[in-house]
């Protein structure tokens, strides 16, 4: 009588079980093995791997779109160890697609995450680089290029009468963390633009801004924005990204802030 045997490149303790509890026999590239046969009297088991050896890649994903721009923001500032619940809310996404992005992001080691459970290594570096090829400052946003004819760009005092969300970015925002870098132009995320250029008395310019106003993409930019001397400034991971993908002038000061972000968690 012929036997029916199932063969696979992997077969894991689940389906083993099941196997077993058929009465099937089945053999794996790893030397996982059950041969029993009533005649002749023949029974063979083995042990292999309890794990698979070459886990197939998930296909390649880019990091494009708001969701995955929160949730990437969200692991580059949160303390560690961070659980996929955690993450997911904070970067306020769903969780099954949270779920797909970490385990893209182990594979590509972007990130350590204990098996089923919290994120214990975020690469920063490597993370906000992977995230760059996916976004650009001035085409994710709306970029609106101002002159400020009294000099009120970072003035505390003006910028309270701004009635509505804000938060500035750029090399103005990295002097905040430690590096040293020009001031001019000021990037700032502007939830309505207007209530900015008219607290300011900005007008538009073609050359030479002194501040240029980002009108979001989405609201993820203000999330864990942080307020100093009277002005609210962008996390450092958005700071990060929009120096990294911005002007040539902001881009050569990216490694200071990143560099300020690894030491910070350490």
Excluded at 18 to 35: E, F, H, K, S, V
Excluded at 58 to 64: A, C, D, I, N, W
Excluded at 222 to 237: C, E, K, M, Y
């Amino acid at each position: 009588m012929a036997t029916s045997v199932t063969i696979g490149r992997f077969l894991g303790p689940a389906a083993r079980r099941q196997l077993d509890a058929l009465g099937r026999n089945y053999a794996d590239a790893t030397g996982n093995t059950r041969i029993c046969l009533a005649r002749p009297g023949l029974v063979i088991r083995t042990d292999g791997a309890s794990r698979d050896p070459g886990p197939r890649l998930l296909p390649e994903r880019t990091l494009q779109g708001p969701a995955a721009a929160s949730f990437v923001r969200t692991l580059c500032d949160s303390p560690l160890p961070v659980t996929l619940g955690d993450a997911g809310r904070r970067a306020g996404i769903d969780l099954g697609y949270a779920s797909r992005l970490l385990t893209w992001m182990v594979q590509a080691d972007l990130i350590t995450r204990a098996r089923r459970g919290p994120v214990t290594r975020v690469d920063v570096p490597a993370l906000l680089a992977r995230w760059a090829t996916a976004y650009r400052v001035f085409d994710t946003h709306r970029p609106l290029a101002m002159r400020d004819p009294a000099g009120h760009a970072g003035n505390a005092v003006r910028m309270k009468a701004v009635t509505s969300r804000y938060a500035i970015t750029g090399t103005y925002a990295a002097n905040r963390l430690a590096v040293f870098a020009p001031r001019r132009p000021m990037l700032l995320y502007a939830e309505r633009p207007t209530d900015v250029i008219d607290a300011l008395g900005l007008v538009g310019t073609d050359a030479d801004p002194d501040i240029i106003l980002l009108e979001p993409a989405a609201a993820y930019v203000f999330d864990r924005a942080w307020i100093t001397g009277g002005l609210v400034f962008a996390s450092p991971s958005q700071v990060a990204i929009d120096l990294l993908t911005g002007t040539p002038e902001g881009q050569a000061f990216a490694d200071d802030v990143i560099t300020w972000m690894v030491r910070r968690r350490q």
